[in-house]
């Protein structure tokens, strides 16, 4: 509808300050988690090394995989980012409720990817665990990772849910 009202959730809901809070530290909690070390590969004794999510796409793109560096670089470092920064948009922003929930379900189908590198990973330590000269263990970063993608799947059904809220409530007076 061309003439719909536009208005943010803020504006709905003026008290809810935690929601801006929550994902700014979201986004604080993404980046750190982004630039600690996700992997630990130990070859023999000699040699050992960590790859955080930026080392690890770097190394990628450095060693001319750009297909696996690309789909890192999107669904591991773009995508999150992306994704919690156009959360804080739709609940600050003036959208119609059609424009807002339409969002939210390109947000929802591309969700459903945001854990792809948590997989990688945890098929990497699987691999090198069963067996050869190789070692592989998941570090910090890959934890911290998981925990803000989930918090963020949680945070955005909890705006979605507001956000429909308003809608319902719009469609009944």
């Not at 001319?64 to 789909?71: K, P």
């Not at 803000?148 to 059904?157: D, E, Q, R």
């Amino acid at each position: 509808m061309a003439g719909a009202p536009r208005k943010s959730l803020w504006e709905f809901y003026p008290n809810r300050v935690d929601i801006p809070v929550y994902l700014i530290l979201l986004l604080g909690l993404l980046i750190t988690a982004q630039c600690l070390p996700v992997l630990s590969i130990k070859k023999f004794v000699f040699w050992k090394s960590q790859y955080s999510l930026w080392s690890g796409t770097i190394g990628l793109f450095r060693d001319q995989h750009y297909s696996l560096g690309v789909i890192l670089l999107i669904f591991s470092i773009f995508f999150p980012f992306a994704k919690l920064c156009t959360l804080l948009v739709l609940w600050c922003g003036k959208f119609t409720d059609d424009q807002r929930l339409r969002a939210f379900k390109w947000l929802e189908i591309l969700g459903r990817w945001s854990m792809l590198d948590v997989f990688v990973v945890a098929m990497i330590v699987v691999i090198a665990k069963s067996g050869g000269a190789l070692q592989a263990s998941p570090k910090i970063g890959i934890y911290l990772f998981a925990v803000a993608v989930l918090l963020s799947l949680v945070v955005t059904v909890y705006i979605r849910t507001l956000a429909r809220r308003v809608s319902t409530s719009k469609v009944q007076e």
